[in-house]
């Protein structure tokens, strides 16, 4: 009986990870159709999470004012107190979610499953399906260089989010500087900002970059991707390497530098986490071959403790 | 110690990577592989690709030192022991300082502190150099610009005062810039004495001074950053009501606790000098809470009001952010004219009718009349001017009902089946704000909606919050295509992009034409819940009411108008027109007309200011509300060295330094012949090279076995 029911979970377990496989939603050319299946794959495999849906945490008595709806009169309240107040919730209030997506040249590799671009793309789509299912106002930016697309956050911007996201191209390269200090200046509301990218800059300058938005309230998950082939440097021939941003080429000796390259990426990623950390970043690193559910997963945490604080 | 004229000729080192580059195109091509970023492989010593072999190293080392050799001969190098660098440490000093005296100021003995210090840099200004006094708040005022004489910058700080307004760090260092911009040939200075409220500095402040300026952060707040606590009254939202016939005034304030520890505090309201309710409230640290007082008779003919907080902390930063004062205008009704067509049934205007009647704040006396039924007398009457579904009437009545709109009366053009380029008469086209064209029927499918609003606009901004009516919902299955006029503007706009609400200004009139019907028949508006705040919206804003705001904030201007203050300039001339305006403080100040009868009083003062034209009786001023910013309550304070980063320079220090700091072009030519050698050199190189080349060649002197040949 005990065997039986193992068996069960595991084939659950393994239809959603089919699901949410990367290599697998690849194959899926409607980006909205890819978003639901992910979203939708994801959620029933939560079995009625605790994190979906509108909290409904009550908050105070305010009197009712003509105009309000009348469905919301606390008749309770009325009837001890012969006067009219409606019951005021917390959270209700939806969230602005801005997903900013790198789409510079970097982005656009890969080492034989989907490319950065392409996971970062299925993320972001489905972080915004997420967002619309609970009636946030979702907006988009891409940005290489510089901004490359912007969809202002609104509660009926989740179709074009899509459709920008759909038609993404690889763009050029450049800093994360510039391109997130536009976002700050546009942003006029306190929300969620998902930042995904691969964050090929100093860490310094990323912390600063990010810290920049940070400090103007945002709440800020940065979803760092990379490349299986990016952190372990699987090469062995000594090739003629083209860097993607810039075109260049070098000559390298794989075999000679793995372990050097795995430390440097190692220190790297240590002290980016450390430093966005540090500045009340929710950092989290995902290589490309990992179903999204992982990413999903961390999105909804810090959006139900958000909604907690508040 | 070596500087540079030209350092920009430096750039001209990269020509020696082509040497190297020549070098290693000779190389075997590999298999290509394409990696995201070289980032870490750069990092990686050597040893970590493959070596190129150098064919010919002491052929590279001459190309490559003579071409460095040029470079350095171009950037044309500068020795300290020439004579010029002594030179640039003597160079004398201009000095500016920046005063804060926003109301954050006040608080505490900050700007006791700040005066001393201010006084002690003017006593480092030595003869020779030049020091300016810039006080800033929102705004920033240089006074006497640089001088050397510090004397008068002395008097001007004795007299000084923080005053109520906000603070601007970029408005302070733009204008430093300006300042030390001019100044060629000395050293740059900005020492900033402030308490450095992070709420000062917008981060998207393009403020930079200019290159070789050195800024100094002298920061005069006593509490340690982030600890300093203030209890204070953020806003205000003031809604009218009405028990019966008797107007009420619900109040709610929002008090905020930017304080480290919970605090429980006494809210009064005040209206017309007496206390009308309080309340109390516990807040914890850093956050807000509103506080709703129960709705409170009006008076008819307007007052003042203020809600205060009647007990607070002992250590309240700014006891002065406590209060919130407001001024309510006089209770008025609308006139709101509504045209049908002629022996059009009951149910035209019926939806709209009721919706503007169920209006209180402000109440709305609508009349629906017959398009042939107005004159002018009717117009003069009305606040607003419906054409519902009708085309404005021709001749006479219509010259009456456009002057009446450039007088100031609002004017709401609602476009359906009825009104169309055809039956709109061709002398009136141009107050509209859009072409009149065809119909779009949307009937077959699910119909069209709004979709696409400006929610800043006056009639939107209601329907920004959260569950404060969907604007999306109501169907419409018919509208009328418009081409919107040069100048107007589009606030809405149905699903496929075209127009539905557009404004446009007739004089002193705003006229607005709605591109659907506001009955049944071309949308199902009138039975959504968005449809009575929708119409009573837009007629509000038609009739420009509530244009006047209860409250404004310290720093703001008020426009004054003669012609909006009751004068004709036909019969009054705008020189001999002037206001005299009251500051909360007692202080009186009259200000004249422009030629075009405007003026504007800067409001620097937290307080209720009087203004009323010159000759006008006393009793008859006007009051204006101002309150401090609620950015200045909250003293938190931001890193100094993120601050100077963000307006410092960025080009190369040095360079501008001796750049600017030499005293004239000839000097400058005459002490810098150092580059003729250098030029010498690299030719006496060259030389050796193309010996050398030749001779591994076999042009120069024959090998033994040519010369047997």
């Known amino acids: 009986m005990i065997a039986r029911r193992h068996t069960r979970a595991e084939a659950e377990a393994g239809s959603r990870d089919r699901f949410l496989d990367p290599l697998v939603l690849s194959r899926i050319s409607d980006l909205e159709l890819l978003a639901r299946t992910v979203v939708e794959g994801f959620i029933s495999g939560l079995h009625r999470s605790p994190f979906l849906g509108f909290s409904v945490d009550f908050a105070e008595h305010r009197p009712y004012m003509p105009g ?25 209030t939806n969230t602005n979610v801005l997903i900013v997506l790198d789409v510079s040249r970097s982005m656009d590799f890969s080492s034989g499953g989907v490319s950065k671009l392409d996971y970062g793309r299925f993320l972001a789509a489905s972080l915004a399906y997420l967002s619309g299912q609970q009636r946030d106002r979702v907006g988009f930016v891409a940005f290489d260089g510089d901004t490359r697309e912007y969809v202002p956050p609104a509660i009926r911007h989740r179709d074009i989010v899509l459709h920008t996201i759909d038609r993404l191209e690889p763009g050029e390269g450049g800093g994360l500087t510039r391109p997130l200090s536009r976002v700050g200046e546009r942003l006029t509301k306190k929300g969620i900002v998902a930042l995904i990218s691969d964050l090929y800059a100093e860490p310094a300058e990323v912390a600063r ?26 090469y062995h021939a000594p090739s003629d390497f083209v860097e993607l941003e810039t075109g260049r080429s070098m000559p390298v000796t794989p075999d000679r530098l793995r372990d050097d390259y795995v430390r440097l990426m190692r220190d790297h990623l240590d002290e980016i986490q450390a430093l966005l950390v540090g500045q009340g970043v929710d950092y989290a690193m995902f290589d490309t071959s990992r179903p999204l559910d992982g990413a999903l997963f961390h999105y909804l945490s810090r959006r139900e403790s958000r909604l907690r604080v508040r | 110690m070596v500087a540079l004229l030209a350092p920009l000729f430096l750039l001209g080192a990269i020509a020696v990577a082509v040497p190297v580059i020549l070098h290693l195109t000779q190389r075997s091509k590999g298999e290509v592989v394409e990696f995201p970023s070289f980032m870490f492989l750069q990092r990686i010593p050597s040893r970590t690709t493959r070596h190129r072999r150098i064919r010919d190293p002491l052929l590279l080392a001459l190309r490559v030192l003579a071409l460095l050799l040029l470079t350095l001969a171009f950037a044309r190098p500068l020795i300290r022991a020439w004579g010029l660098g002594e030179e640039v440490g003597e160079a004398p000093r201009d000095v500016v300082i920046l005063v804060d005296r926003s109301f954050s100021m006040r608080h505490g003995d900050r700007w006791e502190r700040a005066r001393r210090e201010a006084e002690a840099v003017l006593d480092g200004v030595r003869p020779g150099e030049r020091a300016a006094l810039v006080q800033f708040a929102k705004t920033a005022d240089a006074g006497s610009g640089l001088v050397e004489d510090v004397t008068p910058l002395r008097s001007s700080l004795a007299t000084a005062s923080p005053g109520d307004a906000g603070t601007s760090y970029g408005a302070a260092f733009r204008l430093a810039g300006r300042l030390l911009g001019a100044a060629e040939g000395r050293r740059r200075e900005v020492v900033l004495i402030s308490d450095f409220q992070r709420t000062g500095w917008d981060e998207g402040d393009d403020a930079r001074l200019p290159g070789n300026t050195e800024v100094i952060p002298l920061d005069v707040a006593s509490d340690a950053a982030g600890e300093a606590s203030n209890l204070t009254v953020a806003d205000l ?4 009501t009405r028990s019966g016939e008797v107007p009420r005034l619900q109040v709610a304030a929002r008090i905020l606790n930017l304080g480290a520890d919970s605090v429980r505090t006494l809210v009064e309201l005040e209206i017309g000098g007496r206390l009308q309710a309080d309340t109390t409230v516990s807040i914890p640290p850093g956050i807000g809470r ?22 607070r902390p002992e250590d309240d930063g700014l006891p002065l952010d406590d209060e919130f004062r407001f001024v309510l205008e006089p209770d008025r009704d609308l006139d709101v004219l509504v045209l049908q067509s002629d022996g059009a049934p009951a149910t035209r205007s019926l939806f709209l009718r009721e919706a503007l009647s ?6 709305m006396r609508v009349t629906v009349l017959g398009a042939r039924g107005a004159g002018a007398d009717r117009f003069a009457a009305a606040d607003v001017i419906v054409l519902n579904d009708v085309a404005a009437p021709d001749g006479a009545a219509g010259a009456a009902l456009f002057r009446r709109v450039e007088e100031g009366a609002g004017l709401v053009v609602v476009a359906g089946a009825r009104v169309n380029g055809s039956t709109w008469p061709g002398a009136w086209v141009d107050p509209l704000p859009g072409v009149l064209a065809d119909v779009a029927d949307r009937s077959r499918g699910s119909g069209g909606s709004l979709t696409t609003v400006d929610g800043d606009h006056p009639v939107f901004e209601v329907f920004r919050a959260p569950r404060s009516g969907d604007l999306a919902a109501p169907r419409v299955y018919r509208y009328r295509r418009l081409d919107p006029s040069p100048g107007a503007e589009v606030v809405a706009r149905f699903d496929d992009g075209s127009p539905a609400l557009v404004e446009s200004r007739h004089g002193d009139g705003r006229v607005l034409l709605w591109a659907t019907s506001l009955d049944r028949s071309w949308s199902d508006f009138p039975v959504q819940p968005v449809y ?10 038609a009739a420009a009411f509530g244009a006047e705001p209860a409250w404004r904030e310290v720093g703001e201007d008020l426009m004054l108008d003669a012609e909006a203050d009751g004068l004709d300039l036909q019969v009054t001339e705008p020189e001999d027109v002037s206001w005299i305006v009251e500051a909360p403080s007692g202080e009186r100040e009259s200000i004249h007309a422009g030629p075009d009868g405007t003026a504007a009083a800067r409001l620097d003062e ?20 101002v309150n401090p910013g609620v950015s200045e309550s909250d003293l938190r304070a931001i890193d100094h060295a993120e601050l100077v980063a963000a307006v410092s320079p960025t080009e190369d220090p040095t360079a501008t330094a001796l750049a600017s700091a030499v005293a004239s072009p000839a000097d400058r030519e005459r002490r810098q012949g150092g580059w003729r050698f250098l030029m010498a ?13 030749n001779r591994r060649r076999g042009y120069g002197v024959p090998t033994e076995g040519q010369a047997k040949e």
């Open chain 2, 237 to 240: 939202d003031l809604r009218r």
């Open chain 2, 290 to 311: 509103s506080v709703a007082f129960d709705p409170v008779p009006l008076p008819r003919g307007g007052a003042r009001g203020g809600v205060h907080l009647a007990s």
């Open chain 1, 209 to 234: 970059a990010v810290g920049a938005l940070r400090r103007k309230g945002n709440d800020l998950l940065v979803f760092h991707l990379l490349d299986p082939a990016e952190i372990g440097f699987p």
């Open chain 2, 358 to 363: 169920l209006s209180s704040e402000p109440g």
């Open chain 2, 532 to 541: 009575l705040p929708l119409v009573q919206r837009i007629v509000m804003h």
């Open chain 2, 681 to 693: 050199a690299a030719g006496l190189v060259l030389v050796v090279e193309a010996a050398l080349a």
């Open chain 1, 68 to 92: 309000d709806d009348i469905r919301r009169i606390d008749w309770r309240v009325y009837a001890r107190t012969d006067r009219f107040y409606i019951k005021e919730y917390e959270a209700e």
């Open chain 2, 606 to 625: 937290a307080g209720f200011w009087r203004i009323r034209l010159d000759g006008m009786p006393e009793a008859e001023a006007r009051t204006v509300a």
